[in-house]
């Protein structure tokens, strides 16, 4: 039940030799697991092209790195296709069942029935998405069969895989919600307890669901053998899926929001996600800035302050576009940003509560899953996955292996407190077939000389870093300067600028609070952001994985 790592070291250096014997054009893969980056390369290696490539990395995350994203949950993936120079936003997020309404989680008079209802179980979850991307991505972009782009998952799910200190500190936290489900508590529990360190984890039933939906492309999952067993786990289990919700989910292809910063072109994610307009809008407001020439201690509070607008539209205006008007063009508008921008002091503060408009406090879970792929032509994929909170619900539907997500949970529901203080409108709350609001912020950054693809997790943090990325992207950095560099985060609400602890001296932490600013150091590093980068003269690419993870980023 025990391997060394020098195995998976072995195994992966074996795959990206094998791409590079193959390959006739050079391709650069970021992931948060080296089996994912491997199965990447391996697919390009069979002639696939990054779009097979990201089908193969997106499954092999469901099942190295379960606490992140999986087959029970949903995602984004940005793509660019070089040959007819299309690029599009892949919408697989999850929906609410059609049974669900606004009251879903209170009780007559408005009051929480229970505020474990929408994170742990069977009720917290929503209809997934993944299953269905997978599928969209094979058909209307790669070159090989699906099931030949499954094959590296289905290998890792029927064959085990050695779990790393990341996997095993995650599960640590939800192992008392692990164990209320026995099909949860078989797979990732031994007897009960914590697996040992370098245990490997084995998930035949979601092998044997992968080979269906790899044997019978949608239908394998959503309808026949495998839709059955997911409904009748869940509704057993006080769940409200029905029939009619996995027969009608449907990905949405949608056009990506497109900015400007300082010539920099950046594309990045559309509504239902709120990453794109957030880091847009807040890059529009510190456009008028030449932050290059100004101190530090000035760079961070224009930044902090345009977050605290950025993230104030956020609560107030946005939502699933498919139910709510979004004024899109006026948040991005360079009009709207001078207005926002004429109430910045560059000496003090404005508190958030001086902001106007009625909020609800909404919630969403930091754990999620990021990978960025770019080859020489610049065919591109950022995709960013996710179950919401680690390990999602907790809840294994018997006999599929499949972890549901608690992403009902990133509606806004009710009026209490929350585990991560986002707040929303009624532009999020539950409604039947309705996505839910996400930070997830897939990003291209192109200029002149370099074309870049970048993400994160970290709920309501994602877009924060991508927004530091984006700016030290400016100053012609490397792919691994983006990924490592200190971070920092205000949401608006709460009013807290939160700190990695290496962000900022103590002589910029006593100015800051100077200034107005609440600080908050986190306790531990955030985020896990995967980078690549294609040089335009010489067709050269970089990749980069985040330091604070155990992912992997490789040319070959």
Do not use: C
Request: glycine content about 8%.
């Amino acid at each position: 039940m025990f391997k060394k790592y020098t195995l998976v070291a072995l195994l992966l250096l074996g795959f990206i030799a094998q791409a590079s014997a193959n390959s006739s054009v050079k391709t650069a893969i970021a992931s948060a697991h080296p089996l994912a980056t491997a199965a990447g390369f391996e697919i390009i290696s069979q002639g696939g092209n990054v779009f097979d490539a990201a089908v193969a990395v997106s499954a092999t995350l469901a099942v190295v790195e379960p606490s992140g994203s999986g087959l029970g949950g949903g995602g984004y993936w940005l793509v660019h296709r070089a040959s007819d120079n299309k690029t599009r936003f892949i919408d697989g997020r999850e929906k609410a069942p059609l049974a669900a309404h606004k009251d879903l989680y209170v009780d007559s008079a408005g009051q929480v029935i229970n505020p474990r209802l929408s994170l742990d179980g069977a009720k917290a979850a929503a209809i997934p998405g993944l299953p269905a991307a997978l599928v969209h991505l094979a058909e209307h972009y790669g070159k090989l069969p699906l099931a030949r782009s499954l094959a590296p998952a289905i290998r890792h799910a029927r064959n085990g895989f050695v779990v790393g200190a990341h996997h095993l500190s995650l599960l640590k936290n939800r192992a008392n919600v692990i164990k209320q489900f026995p099909a949860s508590r078989d797979i990732f529990l031994v007897k009960g307890q914590l697996p040992e360190h370098f245990a490997v984890l084995r998930q035949v039933d979601l092998a044997n669901t992968l080979n269906q939906l790899a044997r019978h492309g949608r239908a394998g999952f959503y309808a026949n053998e495998v839709a059955d067993k997911l409904l009748t786990a869940v509704q057993r289990a006080g769940g409200i899926w029905t029939t009619e919700d996995l027969q009608n989910y449907q990905v949405v292809e949608r056009e990506p929001v497109v900015g400007n910063y300082r010539g920099i072109k950046i594309t990045s994610a559309p509504p239902s996600s709120a990453g794109g307009i957030v880091l847009l809008e807040a890059l529009t407001i510190l456009s008028a800035y030449d932050l290059a020439k100004l101190d530090k201690l000035t760079q961070i509070h224009l930044i902090t302050e345009a977050m605290r607008r950025a993230y104030h539209d956020r609560a107030l205006y946005l939502g699933d576009s498919d139910f709510v008007s979004i004024p899109v063009q006026r948040l991005l508008s360079n009009d709207y940003a001078a207005g926002l921008r004429s109430s910045i002091r560059m000496d003090a503060v404005l508190p958030s509560k001086q902001l106007s408009g009625d909020v609800l406090p909404d919630s969403e879970g930091g754990h999620t899953t990021h990978f960025s792929i770019i080859d020489a032509e610049g065919n591109r994929v950022a995709a960013t996955l996710s179950i919401n909170f680690p390990f999602g619900s907790g809840f294994v539907a018997s006999g599929t292996g499949v972890l549901l997500n608690d992403e009902m949970d990133d509606f806004v529901s009710h009026a209490g407190p929350n585990g991560y203080g986002l707040v929303g409108s009624a532009a999020n709350m539950i409604a039947p077939g309705k996505r839910m609001l996400s930070s997830m912020t897939p990003t291209f950054l192109e200029d002149d000389k370099r074309i870049a693809v970048l993400g994160t997790p970290g709920g309501s943090r994602i877009i924060s870093m991508v927004l530091l990325a984006t700016l030290e992207f400016a100053k012609a950095t490397s792919p691994m300067s983006w990924v490592k560099l200190p971070r920092f985060h205000h949401q608006y609400l709460p009013d807290v600028l939160e700190y990695e602890n290496t962000a900022f001296t103590q002589q910029e932490v006593v100015a800051l609070k100077g200034l107005g600013h609440s600080l908050q150091a986190t306790a531990n590093p955030y985020g896990n952001m995967h980078a690549a980068v294609l040089y335009k003269d010489t067709h050269t690419l970089n990749a980069a994985s985040d330091p604070r993870g155990e992912g992997f980023a490789t040319v070959k």
